[in-house]
């Protein structure tokens, strides 16, 4: 594996994680609703 190779799967895990992280507040929310008394109007 190249270093370019490496890169792109590190950037590829930390997407994941921060993208696991900014969902993790309303990843089982049921309603709409619950999610928008948690969080605001537009959700």
Known sequence: MN????????GCLLGGAI???????I???QSIAS????CG???
């Open 3 to 10: 270093k370019k190779d490496v890169e792109f799967y590190e």
């Open 19 to 25: 993208g696991d992280a900014i969902g993790a507040p």
């Open 41 to 43: 109007k537009n959700g």
């Open 35 to 38: 999610i928008k008394s948690k």
């Open 27 to 29: 990843e089982f929310v």
